[in-house]
């Protein structure tokens, strides 16, 4: 079956533009997670949602980044006024409940901001 | 704070030889301890995963067994393969109401015949 898909592959900005990231879980999936990573790192954990709710969003680095997952299914990220230091891997994943011991990642956007 | 530390890489193995990475946690309680695996141009994927002390997790010829006495959760294979030339992430997960994965900094193994 169909696994975890996110466009655009690659997002190439201006400082300060507004970006959207997209991800599409896998069918019936009921958690969703955001991650960003750094060239050299581990995924760092950014946002969970269970269906439609943000449950944690402590990963969120400052208040220019927001997701949301309206219909429970499809998310979006959203970069307000993005810099430089926000050039990074950004990985979706999700997983059939909230725990599941397993999560299913996309291939990831890679985001770079000029 | 919880983490996670792996030993730095490269790994440069040839064919056939024994591989271990060794991987060491830092958490309160008794998290879930994972290996994930990301192949060239690829996303990430699990690879094995152990949820209690003494438990062996284990997946295509690699083994990792929690050890909770020196919070450690180290990878090993016997015979490595050009195959498994990756990236390698330890990572934890707490037991609470959904799985906040906490990952290490990754460890790039490339095999060569």
């Known amino acids: 079956g169909a696994g975890v898909s996110q466009t655009p592959s690659n997002k190439v900005t201006e400082k300060g533009k507004y970006v959207e990231l997209r991800c599409d879980p896998i069918?019936?999936?009921?958690?969703l997670y955001w991650y960003r990573q750094s060239l050299g790192q581990g995924p760092e954990f950014l946002i969970y949602?269970?269906?439609?709710?943000?449950?944690?969003d402590s990963g969120l680095p400052n208040d220019r980044f927001f997701a949301v997952r309206p219909e429970g299914s499809v998310s979006t990220l959203k970069i307000q006024r993005t810099e430089r230091g926000d050039s990074a891997m950004y990985l979706c994943?999700?997983?059939?409940?909230?725990?599941?011991?397993?999560?299913?990642f996309g291939p990831g956007t890679r985001l770079t901001v000029l | 704070g919880d983490s996670v530390t792996q030993m730095e890489g490269p790994v440069t193995l040839s064919e056939e030889a024994c591989l271990t990475i060794?991987?060491?946690?830092?958490?309160?309680?008794?998290?879930?301890l994972f290996w994930y695996v990301q192949y060239p141009g690829e996303g990430l994927q699990l690879l094995l995963k152990?949820?209690?002390?003494?438990d062996k997790g284990s997946n295509k010829g690699f083994e990792a067994t929690y050890r909770k006495e020196t919070t450690s959760f180290h990878l090993e294979k016997g015979s490595v393969q050009v195959s498994d030339s990756a990236v390698y992430f330890c990572?934890?997960?707490?037991?609470?109401?959904?799985?906040?994965?906490?990952f290490g900094p990754g460890t790039s193994l490339s095999v060569i015949p």
């Open positions: 994943a999700s997983s059939l409940l909230a725990r599941s011991d397993e999560q299913f």
């Open positions: 069918s019936g999936h009921t958690a």
């Open positions: 949602f269970q269906g439609t709710g943000a449950a944690d």
């Open positions: 060794n991987c060491t946690y830092t958490a309160t309680g008794y998290p879930s």
């Open positions: 152990a949820t209690k002390a003494d």
């Open positions: 990572a934890l997960s707490k037991k609470t109401s959904y799985d906040k994965v906490i």
